[in-house]
C-alpha cells in the first residue's frame, strides 16, 4: 500500500490537485481512498472529493501531524483491513507538516506500507505575501518536501512565477520543481504523476513541531441547517460572492496582507457549490459539483494569518447570518458551542 502525501499552505489548490489526480488514478486500474484532513470541527474538502465517489475519510478539529496522531493511525488500519487500496492519498491541513506525518506514519504497525515523494504545493499567485506572514513556517513546508509544485500558472504572472522558482530551488535544491494549473490536465500536471511513481526520499527523523502554534494561524468553522432546499444556482453563487467579498473587506481592515481560507460549501438537493477566497488580493472562486445528497445545509471554514480569533468568528459569523437574512434564506444555527435558533 503506497501513501501519498500533498502538503501546502492554506488555499494553495490541494483539494483541486487530489481530484485530479485520484481521477487519474482509478481511471487508470488503481484501488485508491483519500484522507482529508481539516483544522475546523467542520470538514468541507471531504465533501468535495466524496462527490466523486472516490472513498474518502475525513479528519477534523486539529492537525493529524500533532494532535490527531492516533485517529490518524486508527483510520489508516481500517482502510487496510477493510478496503485493502493500492494508494492512499492524504491531503493535511494546510497548517501541517507532510514530512512530520510521513515519520508518524513509518512508525505505525502497519504492514507492507511505501511512501510516494512527499509534495508540497505552492501557490504561484500570492507566495511572497506568504512567505511575509508566516516565514518560518511556509520555509518548513518548503524544505520538507521531494517535489515542489507551483500550482496557478494559468493565472500567474511568468515572472511572478520564475522568481518563485528561483526561491524555491535555493531554499530546497534537492527538490523537483514543477509548475502547472490544477485545474488543467495537461502534461504538466502528467509530470506530477509521473514523479510520484517513485520513492520519497530517506531523511534523519527530526524534533517534532506544533505545525499549528508555529503557523500563526487563527481558524473557525461551523454548519448551519437551510430551511429552503429550493435554492436557484444563481442566488446561491450570488449569496457566497456577497459574503466572502464581504469578510474578505473586514479582515483586510485588520491585515492587509493576510493569506489563508476563507471557504464555504452550500449544500441542497444533488447539488454541492463551493466557495473560497485565499488572500486579501483574491476574488471568490466558485465551483459546483453533482452530489447524491438531499440534505440542505451550509459549512463554513475560516483560517487566516495574523488576526485574533475572536475577531475572525465575529466577522465570520456575523457576516453569514446578516446575508442569509438578506436573501431571505432560512436557516437553523449549528454552529458548536451555539444554542440552536431558528431565524425567519
Do not use: W
Amino acid at each position: 500500500m503506497k501513501i501519498m502525501i500533498i502538503g501546502g499552505f492554506l488555499g494553495s489548490g490541494k483539494t483541486t490537485t487530489l481530484l485530479k489526480l485520484g481521477k487519474h488514478l482509478s481511471d487508470t486500474g488503481h484501488k485508491i481512498a483519500i484522507i482529508v484532513n481539516e483544522i475546523g470541527e467542520i470538514g468541507l474538502d471531504g465533501d468535495t472529493l466524496s462527490s466523486t465517489g472516490i472513498v474518502t475519510e475525513e479528519l477534523t478539529s486539529g492537525c493529524i501531524c500533532c494532535t490527531l496522531k492516533i485517529s490518524m493511525e486508527y483510520t489508516l488500519s481500517n482502510l487496510s483491513d477493510e478496503f485493502h487500496p493500492d494508494v492512499i492519498i492524504i491531503e493535511p491541513t494546510g497548517i501541517a507538516f507532510p514530512r512530520q506525518i510521513k515519520d508518524d506514519i513509518a512508525l505505525m504497525k502497519i504492514d507492507d506500507l511505501s511512501f510516494a515523494p512527499i509534495v508540497n504545493i505552492v501557490d504561484g499567485t500570492r507566495f511572497n505575501t506568504e512567505i511575509k506572514q508566516t516565514p518560518k513556517f511556509i520555509q518548513t513546508q518548503i524544505e520538507d518536501a521531494d517535489i515542489l509544485c507551483i500550482n496557478k500558472v494559468d493565472i500567474a504572472e511568468k515572472e511572478k512565477v520564475a522568481e518563485v522558482r528561483k526561491f524555491l530551488e535555493g531554499l530546497n535544491p534537492e527538490a523537483e520543481v514543477i509548475e502547472f494549473s490544477a485545474k488543467e490536465a495537461d502534461e504538466k500536471f502528467q509530470r506530477l504523476i509521473d514523479l510520484l511513481a517513485g520513492q520519497s526520499k530517506e531523511r534523519e527523523v527530526r524534533e517534532n513541531i506544533n505545525s499549528i502554534e508555529a503557523s500563526e494561524v487563527s481558524s473557525y468553522s461551523g454548519e448551519l441547517t437551510i430551511k429552503d432546499c429550493e435554492l436557484e444556482a444563481q442566488k446561491a453563487e450570488k449569496y457566497a460572492i456577497d459574503v466572502l467579498t464581504s469578510i474578505g473587506e473586514q479582515i483586510k481592515d485588520l491585515n492587509p496582507d493576510f493569506v489563508g481560507h476563507i471557504k464555504m460549501a452550500l449544500e441542497y438537493p444533488e447539488t454541492l457549490m463551493k466557495a473560497s477566497i485565499t488572500s486579501s488580493e483574491s476574488v471568490p472562486n466558485i465551483e459546483f459539483f453533482e452530489t447524491k445528497s438531499k440534505d440542505c445545509k451550509l459549512k463554513f471554514l475560516s483560517a487566516v494569518t495574523n488576526v485574533e480569533k475572536e475577531q475572525l468568528v465575529k466577522i465570520v459569523e456575523t457576516t453569514i447570518k446578516k446575508h442569509l437574512k438578506q436573501e431571505g434564506i432560512p436557516f437553523s444555527n449549528k454552529v458548536k458551542n451555539l444554542q440552536t435558533i431558528d431565524i425567519l
